[in-house]
């Protein structure tokens, strides 16, 4: 391994055993073979499992705090009290906590460390209002004709000319994860990104909602992908609603106890 530090090394092998793919071998020193090099995703494991800080730049991420601890009570509270936002305040979204929201959830997993997701930040609530008014617009064209929308559409329009923007909720911003349409796995990989996102947004005051209307319109209408600023080559993963809550959840609603078959 180019990047090992031969001075630090004591050859204990956790590296070996931590690859995803068992890349690496130790014969002398731990080392990829040439013609397995190309197979390395670049995790970034060796690196951050080696106890003595031999690989890469060990530094460059930072050190995992051995004593941090989050409790299942406290873990387990933060994610059944996590809920979808429907009412938003006033307040502006800032962009240094967007930026700090980015750089935390840009640690989600992906499929094969692939990292195929990209994302489109609309932080202007007029711009958002235009999003729903187009996808409301478009509604208004489909219940002109025959054919059926597959969620009954007519409330969401009568509820618009009452005033209520049931698409996208009021909310200041819309982060939409997309990636490059040759990108397959990426569905997946921008799915579990916006979970974090979902779930990291209340740290920062914040919540958010999944745009599922937004998303089924998108699919039918592609003029929507260009107002969302999507780039062209890319498909629309999922579009979600972010912003301070209007209104503070007092209490966890109750779900269905989980279908577990223990085998
Ligand atoms: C994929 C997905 C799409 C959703 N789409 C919408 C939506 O378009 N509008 C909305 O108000 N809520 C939407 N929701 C929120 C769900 O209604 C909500 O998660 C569910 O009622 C449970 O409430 P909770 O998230 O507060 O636990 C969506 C949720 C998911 C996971």
Known sequence: MENLNKELCIKCGVCTLNCPLGLIEIENYPEIPEDAVDFCVQCGHCMSICPEGAIGSPNSGG????????????????????RSIR????????MEKLE?????IR????GNNGQPVQWTVINDPEKVNQI????????????????????PIEPLVEAWDNGMDSILRGAPCLVVAHAPSDKKSALTDGIIALT????LLPSFGMGGCWAGILNIVCSQNPSLKGLMGV??????????MVGYPRYQYQRIPERNQ???IWE
């Not at 601890?69 to 406290?74: D, R």
């Not at 009412?87 to 800032?94: A, L, R, W």
């Not at 729903?132 to 969620?151: A, D």
């Open 107 to 110: 640690y989600a997993p992906t």
């Open 231 to 240: 780039p062209e080559d890319n498909t629309v993963i999922y579009p979600f």
């Open 63 to 82: 050190r995992v705090n051995g004593s941090f601890h989050i409790t299942p009570l406290e873990m387990g509270l933060h994610m059944k009290s996590r």
């Open 100 to 104: 700090k929201i980015f750089e935390i």
């Open 87 to 94: 009412n938003y305040s006033d307040k502006p979204v800032e």
């Open 258 to 260: 989980p279908e577990i």
């Open 196 to 199: 974090h996102l979902d779930l």
């Open 132 to 151: 729903s008014t187009s996808t409301i617009n478009w509604m208004r064209e489909v219940l002109k004709g025959e054919s059926p929308f597959m969620v």
